[in-house]
């Protein structure tokens, strides 16, 4: 997701999201680690993605 699109939603939205993407941060680490991922460059994506949103919730507060 592109920043400026989270910075477009709300505070409570963000953290939402960003609560959801850990839960698939969590899911797909345990993929790799049985061998069940099929890209790896999921993990990236998704790792940045909630880079992302931090950033974006720091600068809202």
Known sequence: MRA???REKSIEEI????EALCK???KLRMQ???SQLSR???L???RRD???MKTVLNEKK
């Open 24 to 26: 698939e941060l969590f």
């Open 4 to 6: 400026f699109k989270i």
């Open 32 to 34: 790799n680690a049985t």
């Open 50 to 52: 909630i880079a992302r």
């Open 44 to 46: 990236k994506r998704v």
């Open 15 to 18: 953290r939402q999201e960003l």
């Open 40 to 42: 790896s460059s999921e």
